[in-house]
């Protein structure tokens, strides 16, 4: 069978299943077998009834004994279903609600696996238990969507791999599974679904996780060539650097110099250039990508500015063209008017205009650019490899592309997502910066704190709160929420001048908002982590951060670097009630110790693994499963090696893997470009 045919083409799979299975993101019987599932159950083990732990699952091999037994309680408008089922340990009650059509399945004397949850509450008792002939041994639970079931899901995988296997073809050579001891495709796949032990799922998980390593980095290395292999025409940025020091209002560090020089080597080496520019938070990234872009622009040619967030966008907008002036650089947010965003594009695509700032809309929109010659990304660890593949496809040949990212990301996976990058380095802070005094606070101190805040607010400085929701929630309780928390606020300290800013605000308030704090009119900020990557206003000096153990340490990095950036005494309050033994303490006291994004992010990493460092932020893995990551990792480093070794040697046995790299690049590319 075809493992791209429509999943129609699978018995018991219709159009109106289809559909929904198409919610989940699949549509292939490939996206089917390789449909991870979020957990088990683990089934293989028989319990004994008279062993069966309150809470938890288990097997159970009963002989059921007795006529089952339907009640119906007019009240609660339940059915209730219960038989008795023995084994040599004792007994257990069967309950099943509203399922009465199960009562023909119940004989006395039959042989059934009942496997659910105890429930001592009332004698032992299993409440709709699923029934079995046999042990089902481990399952799969899937993700689901309104409309599908676990059964039908299994069932569908089942199929799936029963007519798929045979014409599966495993991408990895025998070498190579050999070397490193990894499961062929026909083993994993199956035991990925339905493992015949613990150590059987294990090994599949490494086997699938090694190949999405492989192919990303691989993907990698051939998007760097496609870069690396197109000429662009030289550009003398010499005239422009001195030019340009002149507009900018403070001399660059040596760092800053550096990094400036490396890019002008690279525009005049007659090269695209390919090039991270990687520093800490605060160390002064903007200014050199600026630099970029206006030498371009002095060799006339056109260059483009892409945020995360809408905020940074505007933000980097305000500062460019406080520089350069504003007439020559445009704007383009997904918020923006239909008419302002047209007007944009159309000085973009004339050459009226040679800069343009903006987010994803940059990529999204259809507007053409006359001669675009370089593309930057800030905070580079926002966007995933396809982003980085979009971008590429919107220039002409020659593209200069500049990435920067503050996210000291360890060396192991730096060298997986920026391996074919140019770095340079920004290892020095501009001058005058203190140390942020970082303390963790006590529940029973935080009434203090925001006494402090507003005390410190009274003399003229700036502070954020920042709360992990937006909105506080029965399902997290005692998690605040900033809309709570500026209401609190606000009735607490009425004379104080209070913003709140989140993700969900509608663009133009949220502008108001930024620009009223810059300006000073607000005082002290309750927010989400919508400020988290690049909002510089150096007036601020205070970051306090509710409950900061549910944040990750980089993360907390990153958001106290929105202090310290003045000439002031600046502080970062972590507030965390911490349950004696869970570590959140010992994890928060780095960052009291530590102003070193990169040993700060070792540290995090060494704590919490890879696939809890990357978490849901994944840092550029957003078409990689982070949970492949929460491997180790060595599989990380070994299957890093590996791809190494097969574009230094790529050998015809390699084909289709390196066939396979580059159609999943293509997708991606598509996705996101949309056509
Ligand atoms: P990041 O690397 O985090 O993007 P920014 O580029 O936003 O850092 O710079 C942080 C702050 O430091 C800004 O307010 C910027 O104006 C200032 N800055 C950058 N370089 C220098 C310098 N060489 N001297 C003084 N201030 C600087
Ligand atoms: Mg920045």
Redesign the pocket.
Known sequence: MNLDAPLTSLKGIGPRRAELLGKLGLFSVNDLLRFAPRDYLDYSRIVLAAEGVHGQDGAFLLTLSGPPRLAYIPGRRLNVLTVTGKDASGKLTLTWYNQPFRKDQLQAGRQVCACGRMDRSHGARLINPALYPACPGILPVYPLTRGLSQNLLREAVRTALSCALPDLKDPMPPSLLKKHGLLPLQSALPSLHFPAAQAALQQARRRLAFEDILLFRLMLSLLGREQEGMAARPVDGAPAYRAFLRM??????GA?QRAMADIMQDLASGKAMNRLIQ???????????FFAMYAVMAAGKQAALMAPTEILARQHYE?LAAILGPERIRLVLGGMKKAQREEAWAALSTGEASLAVGTHALLRDEGMFQSLALVVT?EQHRFGVGQRAAIQSKGQEGLHVLV?S?TPIPRTLALLLYGDLQVSR?DEL???RKPIATRLVPPSKRKDMYNFIQAQAATGQQAYIVCPLVEESEELPGVPGAVQLYQRLHKAYPTLALGLLHGQMPSREKEAVAADFRAGRIRVLVATTVIEV?V?V?AATIMAIEHADRFGLAQLHQLR?RVG?GERDSYCFLLCSPEPGDGAAERLAILCDSQDGFAIAEADLAMRGPGEFLGKRQHGLSEFEAAHLAMDLELLEEAQAAAQDILAHPAPQYRPLLALAKARLASLREDIVGN
């Not at 900018?248 to 560090?253: I, Y």
């Not at 520093?279 to 990508?289: E, I, L, R």
């Open positions: 900018l209002p403070f001399t660059p560090t800053q520093g800490d938070v605060g160390s002064g990234k903007t200014a050199v990508a500062k800030d920067m503050a920004i501009p001058p005058g690049g510089d150096p670097g950036r």
